[in-house]
């Protein structure tokens, strides 16, 4: 399969590495990232090990092919100017593959791309940008995918095929939009909670106040997301939030290293969407309201 990986960052070149073993990839990323894999090729250490050469570009201009995949894996502030940049590159049965948090990538993707293109993803993997040409795996996790009509399509079996073949273990799911709303549930606790307080993830449940705090923020999602007609219960979101804490227990949050870099947060594409629905169902978003100002006052949009 030819593949263009689109925001070759932390996640973007983890996959990328992991599916050039099989396949034409093409990272799309920033120059000193870029400059630096052409030169020494990119490294992967951590959970997984290994050096690949694999060709990087700064435009898709430099590109002269026309992909079967486009794997977007862009911070979700990003998505529309880079899915505005993917047109040149689409012919008529490419994939576009969102594999981003958030809750509103798919709508921004949309604004450009034609929605027959677009399928969704999300992956509980790990990654960390460690310095230009070094990405650190730092935790092994399960990838989902989806078309976004919950259709167990040919093209969806063929790329979750790649995947696997990859070692990116995959699965299908027939409703890869409510995987998006149950992952942005999760992170709008985990996140902006340990964003604000600089601590690990696992802290969030080695203080009782925290976990009770984390405890109310979920529920109040869950409550968000129920009332738009999206399928969850409170208290299992509140369970998996607690299993994924533990997962990732010695692992700093995206929006926490975000926060370090002193670079923008995904904010506003998980809680900020939360506390908009809630506000239109007219639902309590007093958890998710105060988190955006905490997360604004240390980053202010
Ligand atoms: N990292 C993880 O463990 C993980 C796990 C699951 C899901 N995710 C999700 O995956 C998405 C990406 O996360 P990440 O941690 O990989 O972020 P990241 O390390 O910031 O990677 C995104 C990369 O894309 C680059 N970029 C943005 N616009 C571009 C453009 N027009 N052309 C070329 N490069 C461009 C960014 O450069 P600049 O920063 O210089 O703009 C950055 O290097 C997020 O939605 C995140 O929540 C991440």
């Not at 290994?50 to 590109?63: F, G, Q």
């Amino acid at each position: 399969m030819k593949i263009v990986v689109f925001g070759s960052g932390a996640i973007g070149s983890l996959f990328g590495a992991l599916l050039a073993k099989h396949n034409t990839v093409v990272l799309v990323g920033r120059a000193p990232h870029v400059t630096s894999i052409r030169q020494k090729g990119l490294l992967i250490n951590g959970k997984t090990r290994l050096t690949r050469m694999v060709p990087a570009v700064e435009s898709t201009k430099e590109i002269s092919f026309s992909p079967d995949l486009i794997l977007l894996t862009v911070k979700s502030y990003d998505t529309e100017t880079a899915s505005s940049q993917l047109h040149p590159l689409l012919h008529d049965q490419t994939m576009v593959v969102s594999l981003q948090n958030g809750l509103d990538n798919i709508q921004k993707i949309g604004k450009n791309i034609e929605k027959k293109h677009i399928l969704a993803g999300v992956t509980t993997h790990g990654a960390l940008f460690l310095k230009p040409g070094i990405i650190t795996h730092t935790g092994k996790g399960k990838t989902i995918l989806g078309e976004l009509n919950g259709h167990s399509s040919k093209r969806l079996k063929t790329l979750v095929t790649v995947f696997n073949q990859a070692g990116i273990e995959t699965q299908m799911s027939t409703d890869i939009e409510r995987e998006i709303w149950r992952k942005a549930i999760i992170n709008s606790s985990i996140n902006p909670l340990t964003g604000f307080l600089g601590c690990k993830n696992g802290y969030l449940l080695e203080n009782p106040l925290l976990e009770k705090t984390a405890e109310f923020v979920c529920t109040e999602s869950s409550l968000i997301v129920s009332s738009y007609g999206i399928r969850v219960s409170p208290g299992e979101m509140i369970e998996k939030t607690k299993e994924v804490i533990q997962d990732t227990a010695q692992n700093y949050s995206s929006m926490l290293q975000s926060i370090q870099q002193g670079k923008k947060t995904e904010i506003d594409s998980i809680n900020g969407v939360l506390l908009r629905i809630g506000a239109k169902q007219k639902i309590d978003t007093s958890f998710n309201r105060i988190l955006i100002e905490l997360i604004i006052s240390l980053y202010p949009t």
